[in-house]
């Protein structure tokens, strides 16, 4: 059985920054094609980020690309999302996604992803 679990939320102010975290353990981690969502109250779950099983394919949404930035460590089993020049519109609950043998590339489609963390609350504050 897969988890995936992530950390490092967090209240910070506008222009700050912030990093997440996320592991997954059940399988072997460069099987994985991670992604990172976040859903904000009241809003769909959407896409912020995506890689490929080895780092090489990245994806960003519009409204993050040139501050967000995600990175893998393979070796370490862990997924990053440093998140830099936060908005208050950044506020939401960011989750940790994953999906085996997806390809050598990623997905910005939630549809795709079979594993979810439960959640790690981000607040932006003006």
């Known amino acids: 059985q897969v988890q995936v679990m992530e950390s490092g939320g967090g209240l910070v102010q506008a222009g700050g920054a912030l990093n997440l975290s996320c592991t997954a353990s059940?399988?072997?981690?460069?099987?994985?094609?991670m992604g990172w969502f976040r859903q904000a109250p009241g809003k769909e779950r959407e896409v912020v980020s995506c890689?490929?099983?080895?780092?090489?394919?990245?994806r960003y949404s519009d409204s993050v690309k040139d501050r967000f930035t995600i990175s893998r460590d393979n070796a370490k089993k862990t997924l990053n999302l440093q998140m830099n020049s936060l908005k208050p519109e950044d506020t939401a609950i960011y989750y940790c996604?994953?999906?085996?043998?997806?390809?050598?590339?990623?997905?910005?489609?939630?549809?795709?992803?079979?594993?979810w963390g439960q959640g790690t609350q981000v607040t932006v504050s003006s």
């Open positions: 996604a994953a999906v085996k043998n997806l390809g050598p590339w990623c997905s910005e489609s939630r549809y795709e992803y079979d594993y």
């Open positions: 059940g399988t072997t981690f460069d099987d994985l094609t």
């Open positions: 890689i490929s099983r080895s780092g090489s394919g990245i």
